[in-house]
């Protein structure tokens, strides 16, 4: 296996559109990187560099240590894994195994030897005869991870190969995914648009948005300490609650925050700077971290909507002009169209320059 280095890559087409701007970032030897990021963002035009189908419009790009950037697809150990599966539809899944193999030279018993360790790996021993049309999506996805892993290259590459699946099978083969790399150890590097995939299976995460990137960390960092906005709202199932305004802070310590329309959110004892009073922001704050209270530090809230998912409720409220989002556990509320006092978490909120949308901190925080 080998680690894989961006330095100072970019890309720019003939077109004179920059799919990436100058993306420097190390994956470790044998580690799971996820680059996530809309449609569009240059997570996919990464990859595809990687492995060659791109060209290099400046900066280095290394496997290993060698420099790749003029190094022929077939000639860098890697193997790809595509959302459309890319089976042959005549061959049998130990065909389609086999082939690639068979194609570089290697012999009977080295290939037999790697087919039937691609099988063993991933629950196709009782398939190797089957043509694809006769499996199911979640199979023949297998099948193209087993093409990829009989190849034994230092560095797999995924491009969304869950795209296609229905909301079962992407559990299914995710998980999958993610006990082949425990087994191998394998540098992987997997592009999604899918915030939930990437914080399931990184190890660590690239946030990608218009070919920039927006911030590198371990799934949970970035969830709990987002560089930006962009990153606060991508990752987070309902997205993070965005509060626009202006900052006032009593003589106590008590902050709050005047919204546009002039709603006063209270922010109880959140930590927060001197320069920041009377200055505008951006307020986050989790859906978990906005809930059901009542007495000091409670704002009323009218509920538009109730979502039971279960083990979970999402409640969609209205304050002012502004829409907000609270995870409860199921209980017993108001109904719809009634008001519900709320009260956001002091030590839980984020904070950042409504200008730019970056982070700031206050002294001593986190």
Known sequence: ???????????????????????????????????????????????????????????????????????????????????????????????????????????????????????????????????????????????????????????????????????????TVRTEIAQLHRKLGSTMIYVTHDQVEAMTLGQRIVVLNEGVIQQIDTPMALYDRPANLFVAGFLGSPAMNVLRGVLHQDAQGAAWLRLGDGTEVPLGAAMVAPEWVGRDLAVGVRPEHLQPATGEGAFAARIEGIEPVGNEMFVNLRLGAQALVIRVAPQALPQVGQELQVAVRPSALHFFDAASGNRIEAHGAG
């Open 1 to 171: 296996m080998a680690k894989v280095s961006f330095e100072g890559v970019r890309k720019v087409y003939d077109n004179g559109q920059v799919a990436v701007h100058g993306a420097s970032f190390e994956i470790a030897d044998g580690e799971l990187m996820v680059l996530v990021g809309p449609s569009g963002c240059g997570k996919s035009t990464l990859l595809r560099m990687v492995a060659g189908l791109e060209d290099i419009s400046a900066g280095t790009l290394r496997i290993g240590d060698r420099v790749v950037n003029d190094v022929a697809p077939k000639d860098r150990d890697i193997a790809m894994v595509f959302q459309n599966y890319a089976l042959y539809p005549h061959m049998t899944v130990a065909e389609n195994l086999a082939f690639g193999l068979k194609l570089r030279g290697h012999d009977k018993a080295e290939v037999q030897r790697r087919v039937q360790g691609a099988a063993d790996a991933l629950g196709l021993t009782t398939m190797l005869d089957k043509l694809p049309r006769a499996m199911s999506g979640g199979q023949r996805q297998r099948v193209a991870l087993g093409r990829a892993l009989v190849r034994e290259p230092e560095v797999f590459l995924l491009d969304e190969p869950l795209s296609n699946l229905d909301a079962k099978l992407r559990h």
